[in-house]
């Protein structure tokens, strides 16, 4: 599998804090069958300082040295969606590997003003948007169709894993957008080797079941390849007619 968000770089976020615990995860994506993984630090994120491109290749080098070949690493960034963001597009290491492809996420719990003119700007100068974990934000949950617009616009969407193994209706909720055409990709999104730990086989295996093989495999695995890659993504099916898709009466209580 291709792990396209992880926190594996140390000591930038609250991913790992050390390059000790960057290895255990390391090894811990590989005993989950991964070959590459994509680090992503958080950029723009009020909580912790947004890294320089400097700290982000030094920490990339290490952690690579460290996992002495037995995985792939990759730069890459979680980008947050803020006007700030069209500064920083002259900085290759936020994108994946290097290519066209940024994950951004929203900022807060809102989807701000101008969100999709942002997008559009974005798009227009040749990046490709990855909205990570929609399933983790309150809007996006509330109100699909939203979802289903910035992807009909040409963004993609990455579930994180976890997601998938929660609740019986958590799980239904994702996987009726994954029926519907709305989720390109699942990720680890990991932290460190206790705290949110990547549970990636457990995610395919009930993707396959209740989506069948072909899905899983481009999910966890083609797609992932396509993006790291920079390529057209094999996988990008038509969005199902928004009344199709999953209410937001679940909301208040995705979260208890
Ligand atoms: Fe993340």
């Not at 070959?35 to 958080?42: D, F, G, K, L």
């Not at 009930?206 to 481009?218: D, L, M, N, Q, Y």
């Amino acid at each position: 599998m291709i792990d396209i968000h992880c926190h594996i770089l140390p000591g930038l976020d609250d991913g790992v804090r050390t390059l000790d615990e960057s290895r255990a995860l390391g090894e811990l994506l590989v005993d989950q069958g991964v070959t590459t993984v994509v680090a992503t630090p958080h950029v723009f994120d009020i909580r912790y300082r947004t890294p320089s491109g400097d700290e982000i290749m030094n920490r990339w080098l290490r952690v690579k040295e460290a996992l002495d070949g037995r995985l792939n690493i990759v730069c890459g960034a979680e980008v947050r969606l803020v006007p700030e963001i069209m500064t920083v597009l002259d900085r290759r290491e936020i994108f994946i590997n290097g290519g066209r492809y940024l994950l951004i996420e929203f900022p807060g719990e809102l989807i701000p003003h101008g969100t999709e003119n942002l997008l559009f700007e974005l798009m227009s100068l040749g990046v490709r948007p990855i909205i990570a974990h929609p399933e983790r934000h309150p809007r996006l949950l509330a109100d699909p169709d939203r979802l289903a617009g910035f992807v009909r616009m040409g963004c993609y969407a990455q579930l994180d894993a976890p997601c998938l193994l929660g609740k019986r209706e958590r799980r239904r909720v994702v996987l009726g957008w994954i029926r519907a055409g709305l989720i390109h990709c699942v990720a680890s999104d990991a932290h460190r080797p206790r705290w949110r730990p990547p549970k990636l086989i457990a995610a395919y295996q009930e993707v396959e079941k209740a989506c069948g093989p072909e899905i899983a495999r481009a999910l966890f695995i083609e797609n992932p390849q396509a993006i790291v890659q920079d390529e057209e993504l094999p996988f990008a099916p038509a969005v199902e007619p928004a009344r199709k898709l999953v209410g937001g009466w679940w909301r208040r209580w995705w979260w208890t």
